[in-house]
Nanobody
């Protein structure tokens, strides 16, 4: 049974940076698109970014372009999200997900694997 475990969340002031990690077990991420998705308090899921299996193609939501960078290390079975210039509106629970296909699906059950999330809180 595959599992995704996120880490690296925390509290930071506006303008700061955080690097999230997502460690996979039970399946090789080298065969999957990997994603980051977030959910702010009282809001629905927001797709952030996706990276292909080889790590040479990445897509971002418009609001994250230039501030967030997704990357992966297939040898470590881990995907990362570097977040810079953080804003209070980036406060959310950040999830890692995996799927064989590319998509910006609106709910967790549409991804093959889904993590438990890591909290990011940005104060002004």
């Amino acid at each position: 049974q595959g599992q995704l475990v996120e880490s690296g969340g925390g509290s930071v002031q506006a303008g700061g940076s955080l690097r999230l990690s997502c460690a996979a077990s039970g399946f090789p991420i080298s065969s999957y698109w990997m994603y980051w998705v977030r959910q702010a308090p009282g809001k629905g899921l927001e797709w952030i970014s996706g990276i292909n299996s080889g790590g040479d193609t990445a897509f971002y939501a418009d609001s994250m372009k230039g501030r967030f960078t997704i990357s992966r290390d297939n040898a470590k079975n881990t995907v990362y999200l570097q977040m810079n210039s953080l804003k209070p509106e980036d406060t959310a629970l950040y999830y890692c997900a995996a799927d064989p296909l590319y998509g910006r699906w609106p709910s967790a059950d549409l991804y093959r694997y889904w993590g438990q999330g890591t909290q990011v809180t940005v104060s002004s």
